[in-house]
């Protein structure tokens, strides 16, 4: 299979290991002598190479997961906060609307500020409510002030909770900005090993050995590229997911697609995943992946894929989860 992209690697690592397995079964091909390839590298060696990136790409993978279920829990974290200002103010606008804490109860912050910015307001209504709880002086008051049951100190405690999900979500982004970075040193050096492997075998059995005509392609061949799909995608409240829509491809080679998305509102090919792959008569798909929490952002492309190894890519269609978060 060509390489045409990250995914197709495996598959073509798997096609040169089983071509180099028949090699080594012709005669002068033994142990130890060994088809190597620059630097001694052997069979044995790609074979190991192949596995760790397949370990490297499944990895990614599932650290892109560790990181929407992250998101999604520090977004719901940030709801039920902004619901508790919401009732603060409530509170002292019912029981001291003559003190001088009403006028300085924090607003309710924009739910997309940054981290910093959008903590600010809760470290200082947690500091006002520090004061209104010890204050005695409030004629018709009597301390601690509760937003029907719930306390400062609970209140204190969830407010930590949300920082540190902050935290482990930074750290679950550098974990996989680590790992995309080692998963992609990888793939030069499997291509080049790849390379050399198609060059020494033609080197060695010539262009008319059934070996050399046997070798896997890494290149698609010229002119044989497909007509790409037009793709189309909205969310869908009901479903709670997005839809996506797709023109049929005519092409008689049609292998299968390959649905594939990014985070955020432009698609990011070195970041992508496989969201799922699809007969030949597959026009639609519904799915909520890198979409699980409201506002998140993915980035889609369907992908037509030939039996021959080509492809081509869609146009690239930007959902955003437009669930409505529960009132404040």
């Given at each position: 299979m060509p390489l045409n992209g990250i995914g197709s690697y495996l598959t073509t690592m798997d096609e040169i290991s089983a071509h180099w397995a028949a090699v080594l079964l012709a005669p002068g091909h033994t142990p130890p002598n060994d088809l190597k390839l620059q630097g001694g590298f052997t069979r044995a060696m790609f074979v190991t190479l192949r596995t760790d990136l397949s370990t490297a790409i499944t990895g990614l993978e599932d650290l892109e997961n560790a990181r929407e279920l992250l998101v999604a829990t520090r977004d719901q974290k940030k709801t039920a906060l902004m619901q508790r200002i919401n009732q603060f103010r409530g509170m002292l606008r019912g029981l001291l609307p003559d003190s001088i804490y009403l006028d300085a109860a924090p607003?309710?912050?924009?739910?997309?500020?940054?981290?910093?910015?959008?903590?600010?307001?809760?470290?200082?209504?947690?500091?006002?409510?520090?004061?209104?709880?010890?204050?005695?002086?409030?004629?018709?008051?009597?301390?601690?002030?509760?937003?029907?049951?719930?306390?400062?100190?609970?209140?204190?405690?969830?407010?930590?909770?949300?920082?540190?999900?902050?935290?482990?979500?930074?750290?679950?982004?550098?974990?996989?900005?680590?790992?995309?970075?080692?998963?992609?040193?990888?793939?030069?050096?499997?291509?080049?090993?790849?390379?050399?492997?198609?060059?020494?075998?033609?080197?060695?059995?010539?262009?008319?050995?059934?070996?050399?005509?046997?070798?896997?392609?890494?290149?698609?061949?010229p002119g044989s590229t497909p007509e790409p799909v037009v793709l189309t995608g909205s969310w869908n409240a009901p479903l709670h997911q997005a839809v996506l829509n797709w023109t049929p491809s005519t092409n008689p080679d049609l292998q299968d697609y390959e649905v594939r998305n990014s985070a955020g509102s432009t698609y990011d090919e070195a970041n992508s995943v496989i969201v799922a792959t699809l007969p030949p008569l597959s026009i639609t798909l519904q799915t909520a992946a890198g979409l699980l929490s409201p506002a998140m952002t993915a980035t889609f492309k369907v992908i037509v894929k030939l039996h021959s190894g080509n492809h081509a890519s869609s146009n690239p269609v930007s959902i955003t989860n437009l669930t409505t978060p529960p009132p404040l």
């Open positions: 607003l309710v912050p924009s739910f997309g500020l940054s981290e910093t910015k959008f903590l600010a307001p809760f470290d200082d209504m947690a500091s006002l409510w520090g004061r209104i709880d010890a204050d005695t002086t409030i004629a018709g008051f009597t301390p601690p002030l509760l937003l029907a049951g719930y306390t400062r100190a609970t209140f204190v405690t969830d407010l930590a909770d949300l920082r540190s999900t902050y935290s482990a979500l930074t750290q679950a982004e550098n974990d996989q900005d680590l790992s995309r970075k080692k998963r992609d040193a990888m793939l030069p050096i499997a291509r080049e090993r790849m390379i050399q492997y198609r060059e020494l075998v033609i080197a060695i059995f010539g262009p008319d050995s059934p070996f050399t005509q046997s070798l896997p392609s890494l290149t698609s061949a």
